[in-house]
């Protein structure tokens, strides 16, 4: 009851008492230990080690729970920092005082503050003030008039408080840091759902976020205003803190600009930023940060406009935002939500008057920037669908939010009331934001269907690879893979490479920036020079000048989660007969195999499951070394395993394209089938082969394409055959043929290609497994195809199956399917 009435301000005023009579407070930073009797809690060092410690661990696993629900990390925080405070935990006296200890929070609040400072700073290095000038008309127009109603209704909504809840409140300050709560957008909240929800390549979502820049800048502006309103001067205080302000952003543009560009303009790609320059700048935030303090407009204000003047161009800002953002945004910045939440008591809203009010700002909030940002979207002639889902995403909150909030409470703007019941809103207003779009706005339009969707239809024609990677070590594998596969490269011979990097979307303030410069080069893909794609754009392009093979890199930006939808959406649109992904293991020094996690094995799972086209997975063992091997150089020996089915059949097809290659070697080694086989399934196999044999190996004079035909029935003769053709550069299997489980547990690879990665079987060779396109195995891929057949049992299924109870691996027999004709 007293920590209720104590405003959290006092601080060290209570020092000289403590929580109990005679103990040592936070006049000392460390103890001399329990062992000498005293407890670690009475000292500021330990303490905030607590509650940091506590402030992580409580965030990050909100944080998990709301990850089926798509919130934005900032939502756990906030919602932590509410548990943490008086509304939950805070009830409990004795947890109050003990860990938050009134006493306590000037340490915290200064490195929550301190921490808000370097985040706002980073704030600023994402924000590319030549971006918004180039803002077109229509993102513009949503822009202002989703700050002006909103800015007015909270104007009508702060005369509501004054008459009931704040009639203390200063008259002037009050309207504005009302009118700046509820017409605030969270660009970085923003973007992370525009990602979330794959609209980031729509043209709608392109608007959202320009819009939302427009509003960022605004938002500081006007909170810069309300501040200068809210001092206890005179007006005229609040003008020259203003023509002060004014000043210092024009100086930093001029005369720290030029300087910070000149520090940046020794800075390469791939060498260590020198730390002078970090020091440098980091010290030129803090000093900016005092002299805006000084000013009167608030510390954060300096760091802000220190990242704005960081040149974007170049990788001098990337370098700095790497250097800071860890630490920074993973263990500083929580500890500003819960300072929020410390001061959050939902429990002072209480009788229908006060929840008469949240709701009445909840409402004016969503009808002010919904209603403003639709009815100029509607003027602008955008769909009306389109219209509403615009006008929920720019209702998003953050962070900018509760500084506002936070500034306004503690210039005793906002009681502890009005303070309660606006971190509510911005919490509710954010929350919703992905539920309802996911409701209202579904953009996913299936493709145009296109015929050839596997590579044994692309025999005769241009054959189209969509082929992805994680890491720039997996890419000289890779482009030697793809030169083995050009065929002759002749006419409509050719092969058409789509190299994408799949990057994950974390939180790290990085994550936006890359989203930003992805959104101006067409989302979700972007080709840079500069920084890390810049390089593999260049490798691409170098490889693409010294073969027949025509390249185009790209990027896919998302949640782990959900980046197979890009892959699967990236084949369909580009029409790829075949996608390559990286098996979810990396190659050791030891020659083994280290998973990269079970998110990676999960989207190759997705990825096999729902592609519009035949997949392949690749095991990277360093094809041709750790470079990429030119094409006059190219001497690889290839071996095709074909057990029978149509797995088989799509990789000997596969096969049957680098055998044209001159500098590749290929060992078809069939084995006869010991299954019971369909005589459908058997003529096909037969077909093939006899394909393949009058094909290749008669066209071939020089020896370097040969057919075997092995007898291996039992599991152990298959393994003996297959550890005699140890010696290859590559394997190319199938994915599910009918042969005996070689392992106890096959993963994505299949019986044989999980075999041939075991510790089991001694090689240095690649594997590469194929799947073969079918509707019946990709139920998922059917928006693909209007005339796909009803979906049958998976391969996946039965492979988990096989996983699970030890059953027998049977591959479902593939038959033709009607498929349209257009190309």
């Known amino acids: ?302 760091g802000f406009v220190v990242g704005v003047v960081v040149p974007k161009d170049g990788p001098f800002a990337g370098m700095l935002a790497e250097k800071v953002e860890d630490l920074v945004s993973g263990l500083f910045l929580p500890l500003y939500f819960v300072s929020s939440g410390l001061k959050t008591n939902v429990a002072t809203i209480s009788g229908a008057k006060s929840w008469g009010l949240l709701v009445l700002v909840v409402a004016n909030a969503c009808i002010g920037k919904i209603g403003g940002a639709v009815a100029t979207a509607l003027l602008v002639k955008i769909p009306a669908r389109e219209a509403v889902t615009l006008g929920f995403l720019m209702n998003t909150k953050g962070l900018v939010e509760l500084v506002v909030l936070n500034i306004g409470r503690d210039r005793k703007v906002l009681n502890d009331e009005a303070f309660a019941i606006m971190v509510l809103m911005a919490l509710f207003t954010t929350f919703i934001t992905t539920p309802i779009v996911m409701a209202v706005y579904k953009p996913a339009r299936p493709s145009a269907p296109y015929k050839r969707r596997t590579v044994e239809c692309d025999a005769d024609g241009e054959l189209r690879v969509l082929a992805c990677f994680h890491t720039s070590r997996n890419i000289p594998t890779l482009l030697n893979l793809v030169e083995a596969s050009r065929g002759t490269g002749t006419g409509r011979r050719r092969l058409v490479m789509y190299a994408m990097h799949l990057v994950e979307l974390s939180e790290r303030s990085s994550a936006i920036t890359m989203v930003q410069r992805a959104r101006r080069n067409g989302v979700p893909f972007f080709n840079s020079a500069d920084g890390r794609e810049g390089q593999m754009v260049v490798a691409f392009e170098a490889f693409q000048q010294l073969s027949s093979v025509r390249v185009r890199a790209m990027t896919a930006i998302s949640d782990l989660d959900t980046i197979h939808r890009d892959v699967v959406d990236s084949a369909a649109g580009k029409r790829a007969a075949i996608v390559v992904m990286p098996y979810h293991k990396a190659l050791q020094q030891d020659g083994s195999f280290h998973s990269l996690g079970s998110a990676y094995h999960a989207i190759n799972k997705r990825v096999l499951r729902e592609a519009p086209c035949s997949v392949a997975i690749l095991v990277d063992r360093g094809l041709g070394g750790p470079a990429q091997v030119s094409a006059k150089n190219v001497s690889f020996s290839v071996a095709m395993l074909f057990f029978g089915g149509p797995d088989d059949r799509e990789a000997l097809a596969y096969a049957t394209r680098m055998a044209e290659h001159p500098g590749v070697a290929v060992t078809l080694a069939r084995f006869r089938p010991n299954r019971p086989h369909s005589d459908e399934e058997s003529a096909a196999d037969e077909a093939a082969v006899e394909a393949f044999k009058s094909k290749v190996v008669g066209m071939v004079k020089d020896g370097s394409v040969r057919f075997e035909e092995r007898e291996a029935h039992t599991r152990e003769e298959v393994m003996e055959t297959m550890d005699s053709l140890s010696r290859f550069s590559v394997f190319v299997v199938g994915r599910m043929p009918p042969t005996v489980p070689l392992v106890e547990k096959p993963d994505e690879l299949g019986p044989v290609g999980s075999y041939l990665v075991s510790p089991e079987f001694r090689t240095s060779a690649s594997v590469l497994v194929v799947k073969r396109y079918d509707p019946a195995t990709n139920p998922k891929s059917k928006r693909f195809d209007p005339n796909a057949r009803p979906p049958a049992a998976t391969d996946e299924e039965a492979l988990e199956a096989g996983e699970m109870g030890g059953a027998t691996v049977v591959p479902v027999p593939w038959s033709p399917s009607p498929m349209s004709d257009t190309a």
């Open 1 to 302: 009851a007293l920590y209720k009435h104590r405003p959290v301000s006092a601080s060290l005023k209570s020092s000289s008492t403590g929580r109990q009579a005679g103990k040592v407070t936070m006049a000392k930073v460390a103890s001399h230990g329990a062992f000498q009797g005293e407890s670690p809690l009475d000292f500021a060092l330990p303490l905030i080690i607590l509650q940091i410690c506590l402030v992580v661990v409580v965030t990050r696993g909100l944080a998990y729970l709301l990850r089926p629900l798509r919130q934005p990390r900032v939502i756990a925080e906030i919602i932590g920092g509410i548990l943490l405070g008086p509304s939950a935990l805070g009830r409990s006296t004795k947890f109050l005082h003990a860990v938050f200890p009134p006493e306590s929070m000037t340490v915290l609040d200064t490195l929550a503050n301190l921490g808000l400072l370097f985040f706002l700073f980073l704030v600023g290095l994402e924000l590319d003030v030549s971006a918004i000038r180039r803002t077109g008309r229509k993102a513009l127009a949503i822009s202002l008039s989703g700050i002006a109603l909103p800015f007015a209704l909270g104007i009508g909504t702060s005369f509501a408080f004054r008459a009931t809840i704040a009639k203390d409140a200063p008259h002037a300050p009050f309207l504005v840091f009302m009118g700046v709560a509820l017409s605030i957008t969270a660009f970085p909240v923003l973007a992370r759902i525009l990602t979330e929800l794959k609209l980031l390549t729509t043209d709608l979502g392109r608007l959202a976020l320009s819009a939302a820049a427009v509003d960022d800048v605004m938002a500081w502006i006007l909170l810069a205003l309300a501040i200068a309103l809210s001092g206890s001067g005179s007006p005229i205080i609040s003008l020259w803190v203003l023509l002060t302000a004014a000043a210092f952003v024009a100086a930093a543009f001029l005369l720290l600009r030029p300087a910070l560009a000149w520090m940046a303009r020794p800075c390469r790609e791939g060498e260590p930023i020198k730390e002078l320059y970090v020091c440098a700048t980091l010290a030129t935030v803090l000093a900016a940060g005092f002299l805006t303090d000084t000013i009167g407009i608030h510390a954060l204000f300096g």
